[in-house]
């Protein structure tokens, strides 16, 4: 167990819709940090944040938003959802904001139909 | 060119081998380097974390880095079935961390 949690674990949803997937860091890990895999894809990062503030965007769609809250859990918000977003989203976790290694969680596998 | 190379496998070999996984970089800032393990739709689990050249063991596993040649190793000795998984080294320069695409490995019984 790495101590970050994902939920949900599992969700199905409908082209167009709207979903938010959540994550709790590893308790004291000011980093919080979301990657995309796709099937035989490797991991796409989409976006960091420290502390609450946006510390790197990768390569994270326009319809994809997060934020990290003063508690340090963070959301990811995924719009107006197309099948090709199908993927495991993971969360991982940091102390610092950079130079550390990066503890994950064990993703959210989102399935659009 | 990407910044970090992983050749992606699969590779296949018997139960008790030794198996070597490698990963090749171009940025010469890179100075942490770890490996990954990812079994299926699973997250990835940090197994080693190396910061100078030369090697570290835990167990079974062995990780080499030769920053001269920037190119970085991870051997399993006795490999076991349960070793069957994705491997993905990665890297950290100062502010940026770059994955590799991962290797797969199949050990069979």
């Known amino acids: 167990d790495s101590g970050v949690t994902q939920t949900p674990k599992h969700l199905i949803t409908a082209t167009g819709q709207r979903v938010t997937l959540r994550c709790s860091p590893r308790?004291?890990?000011?980093?919080v940090y979301w990657y995309q895999q796709s099937l035989d894809q490797g991991l796409q990062f989409l976006i960091q944040y420290y502390n609450g503030e946006e510390r790197a965007k990768g390569n994270i769609l326009e319809r994809f938003s997060a934020q990290q809250f003063p508690d340090l859990h963070s959301e990811l918000n995924l719009s107006s959802l197309e099948l090709g977003d199908s993927a495991l989203y993971f969360c991982?976790?940091?102390?610092?904001?950079?130079?550390?290694?990066?503890?994950f969680g064990e993703g959210s596998w989102l399935t659009v139909v | 060119q990407k910044e970090v190379e992983q050749d992606p496998g699969p590779l296949s070999v018997p139960e008790g081998a030794i198996v070597s996984l490698n990963c090749t970089y171009s940025n010469s800032a890179f100075q942490y380097f770890m490996w990954y393990r990812q079994y299926s739709r699973k997250g990835p689990e940090l197994l080693m974390y190396t910061y100078s050249s030369g090697n570290k063991e835990d167990g079974r596993f062995t990780a080499q880095v030769d920053k001269s040649s920037k190119y970085i190793s991870l051997f399993i000795r006795d490999s076991q079935p349960s070793d069957s998984a994705t491997y993905l080294c990665a890297m950290i320069a100062t502010d940026k961390l770059i994955f590799g695409t991962g290797t797969r490995l199949q050990v069979f019984p």
């Open positions: 991982a976790s940091s102390p610092q904001s950079s130079g550390n290694t990066i503890y």
């Open positions: 308790s004291g890990d000011l980093s």
